[in-house]
């Protein structure tokens, strides 16, 4: 069975921190591309972040570069999501994703909300 499972959102003030990660199983993940999307409310799904097998390649997105870190385990089959410096922007869903080629899978998401 496929999963892939986020954990660590939660309630952050301006200017905190966050770690989220992402952990999968059911599939060999040393095999895929690995990105983490968000989604806003009212807003459309888009991508944060993202990170090549095995792990030597990465990119953030311009509106949180500098900011959020993405990395890899591909003994433990986890990713990484590190994010400094949130900003009220940063309230929204947070999901992990695995892709390679035309397969893609998700996970459920976790909620990162950052307001004083």
């Known amino acids: 069975q496929v999963q892939l499972v986020e954990s660590g959102g939660g309630l952050v003030q301006p200017g905190g921190s966050l770690t989220l990660s992402c952990v999968a199983s059911?599939?060999?993940?040393?095999?895929?591309?690995s990105n983490w999307y968000r989604q806003a409310p009212g807003k459309e799904r888009g991508w944060v972040a993202g990170?090549?097998?095995?792990?030597?390649?990465?990119n953030t997105a311009n509106s949180v570069k500098g900011r959020f870190t993405v990395s890899r385990d591909n003994v433990k089959s986890t990713m990484t999501l590190q994010m400094n410096n949130l900003r009220p922007d940063g309230t929204a869903v947070y999901y992990c994703?695995?892709?390679?080629?035309?397969?893609?899978?998700w996970g459920q998401g976790t909620q990162g909300t950052v307001s004083s």
């Open positions: 994703n695995a892709e390679r080629g035309s397969t893609r899978y």
């Open positions: 059911g599939f060999a993940f040393s095999n895929y591309c």
């Open positions: 990170i090549a097998s095995p792990g030597v390649s990465s």
